[in-house]
């Protein structure tokens, strides 16, 4: 499984950053690079709502299986018509869209299995290491493919996406469902209602959606933000956000096992809000980098954290909807970022919106303070 999802989230990331470049070289400007990731990461919402249901009536495998083909397979369209320098943005926008539900199916069953595979005690440690696994991909694709942009071309680069997701299907015969599986458990399974209705579910997945906002904001607009479009200080920023973000989602995993995952929300959200402030002098590559590692760390705290709390509060038979309902937050908040932010920059400039997106980190500090004085209530 880890080896499927390294390859499936190596074609992700590698484009995740070059389609809207892509999109804004053909014209389509700021609001056009952001639709981009919004529509990729609005589809990805709709395949995490059915995902569940798909894995019911198709299996682990098969779903995977097409979460990789759709992924992969129409980055090579995308290719062709860069290399026929055909590319408009309806046809980045559709190929945005079908590659967002590959993700989206690919993403829900990896949490999922990993959660049913790993004991309960040390199940913050396994998430963790999941998190580096598909964190690997954002520590090196994410800024090479900017990078590989200015030397090579876009299609190479797609062409590139497309072989990465496709080869993690050579993987699938191996893959191995847990005993109580995602899809079925004592008590029953929890479906998306009845997740969306539990405060202990939407409270922390709320408060990590918010940072995801921040995270849309800076993978799609930051090579736009610092250089005008691939250049060294952009890929040298989207380098230390994606290490940060990694490194500190397996420590979060470590340190929440052994002292509880509930104590390290608000102190993220602090640390990625400062992060992001530090963004507001986009000219200058110091607090640059500096914003971008202490964002990354919150940020991949809060990931470990709020995942890891919603799963100790349902059965093995609701692991799939815990797994759809926090990637629907990470997915609607980078959508919300991505889309959002192309708009409020095009009236404010980066450094403003920068200003924005880092207090609206802070607005997470409700949901996320609520949930600590449910959680001290309970116990």
Known sequence: MFGASLGGLTGFFLLLSVVPLYASSAGAGTAGAGLATGVLLFATVAAELVTPRLVGWAGHRLAFGAG???LGAPALVLAGAAGAGAGGLAL???????????????????????????????????????GVVVGVPGVVALPLGVLLVGQVGYA????????????????????????????????GPVGIRAGLR??????????FSVTA????????FLPLAVTGGAGGLAAAGLLVQAAAATAARWWAGRFGDRHGPARLLIPALLTAATGVLGLVLVD??????????????GFG?????????????????????????WNLGYDVGMGLGAAGFGVLVALTGYPAGFAV???????????????????????
């Open 92 to 130: 980045i926008l559709a190929v945005s869209a079908v590659r967002g539900l590959g993700f989206g199916i690919v993403v829900v069953l990896g949490s999922a299995l990993v959660a049913g595979l790993v004991p309960a005690q040390r199940r913050g440690e396994g998430l963790g290491l999941y």
């Open 284 to 297: 200058h590559p110091v607090p640059v980098l500096a914003g971008l590692l202490l964002f990354g760390a």
């Open 357 to 379: 997106t880092a207090l609206l980190i802070l607005v997470a500090l409700v949901p996320a303070g609520w949930d600590r004085r449910a959680g001290r209530a309970a116990g």
């Open 213 to 220: 906002t921040a995270a849309g904001v800076v993978v799609t």
């Open 68 to 70: 990789l083909v759709l």
């Open 301 to 325: 705290v809060s990931q470990n954290a709020s995942l890891a709390l919603m799963f100790s509060r349902v059965g093995p038979a609701g692991y799939g909807t815990v797994s759809a309902l």
């Open 156 to 187: 190479p680069v797609f062409v590139a996406g497309a072989v990465a997701a496709l080869a993690g299907l050579a993987l699938l015969p191996g893959l191995v469902v847990p005993a109580a599986s995602p899809a079925a458990g004592a008590g």
């Open 198 to 207: 539990m405060p202990g579910l939407v409270r922390p997945a709320v408060a």
